[in-house]
């Protein structure tokens, strides 16, 4: 009987892989309906009709089988990325190249691996700048590059070689910067130049400091070669140097930082058109900006965010997302990090794709919206009065009328709160 | 009854707590105990329930363990853990302010 019960469970459950957790599931099941069973037969009920209850009562094993292959395809993930040798696979990398990061699927690369990926993308980039057009301008404008940085000085500050360099911000539209392993701090200038300061750990060529060029009206920031291989891979052993940018007030069409490993800290109050922010394992800390457009990625990297943008939309794959102001329209895509978001408004547009992070939401009171969720397990919870029962795995819940906003959540296991603010 | 259904599966979760704030128990025992508690008024199917078993233990309110049964299957047991009973008497509050508002706004006269 209990082979019988055992073989009917591993039945109802052939849409799992078959691993170490679907044999877990399948113990555990098979030993409480053998109970259940004999407690039947032993109560008098024939064997028949007692079997026949025991199945009558388990009901949807769907949710349990997603489980199962979700457990097993992490763990092949896991197993895959060699946790024993960080750097394994790192020639495929090298070959391969980053691709996007796209959070919703995959998910789980460990922190070294993905700078290597994110570095052999600048580098892949610096390659190409330095055979293609950009590079053929930079040479033709090398002279007036030069010029265009009006001074550069450099002095040891506590053991720190530091260079200065003051850019006219005259006709700049907006800021490109990429450094691999070093910090990038805004702050304020207090005249129309760009000053940009550069703390290196130890003494800079002329190749290893900081290579600044406008083109196109923007200003471009690069961290400079700073290994003799010549290739940008991983930060120790090497010279690193941080940034500090002191920015005019004066609103900026565009920034972009890319970093791997370093940290990113905005002015307050900047305002800029279009901000797009890349960290690999850095923290982002972004506060009072005012933008038209924020996109912001990180791997492991936390965010804090606080201002207004128009559109906003957030990609991380463990790292921590915390946003305090308003936006028009969200996107967020996470895999296990989890985010917190306060609004000041009710956005237009929402929506949430999460593997297992979860998301809070805190909005005004308003005149309605309506939810299109899809998910595994994840819970939706919400102190608005949603009309339609969030039990499903996929529908649409609605908030009185639901409005002209429409919502949409899809989820593996991450929860959804949406409270009241 | 499928209304009832619905709104007693939504807290399959606290009420799996609830029986594990008394001690460590295993699927079917919980089950049965629900089962008595309702005077048979509800029997949750064994889906719900192992699904709501996954569930609390990704969240960290609940641990499993394997029992050391002589004969048969093993069972696997499960505990509450300090995460899970926050979160418990958060749920349960939140159920009386929900009762609450809904007996308000009903009434609970016979009509």
Redesign the interface.
Known sequence: MYEQLREMIAQRLSGAQDCPAKEDVIEEITSDLMEKYNELTAAGVESEEAMRRVQEGIGDLSEVTAYINEVDRRSEENQRSGNTNPFAGIDDLMRTLAKDLSPSINSFVSDLKSAAGHAATAAKDAARDAKGPLHDMAQSVKGTVKNAIKNITVSRERGEFRYDYTVPSEGLTGLDIRTASGDVTFGLSQDDNIYIVELANGELTEEQMAQIQVVDGILQIRQGNKSSVGTLLFSYGMLSSDFEIYLPKRAWNSLSVTTTSGDVELDKEMEIASLHIHSTSGDLELPLVACGSAQIETVSGDVELSGHAQELRLVTVSGDFDFNGSAGRVSLSTTSGDMALRLDNVPDALDVTAVSGDTKLWIPDNDGFSLHYNRVSGDIRSDFDLKTSLNAKNGTAVYLSGGQRTYSMQSVSGDLRIYRR | MSMTS?II??HTETMILAQLLEHDS???EI?KSIRDRTGGAY?A????L??AF??LE?AGYIRSYWGD?SS?????YYAITDEGRAFFRESRDEWQRVKAIIDRLIGTEQA
């Open positions: 619905d599966r939504g295993y699927g079917y089950n029997e199917k064994e889906g719900t192992y699904t996954r569930r990704q049964e048969g299957a093993r069972r696997r």
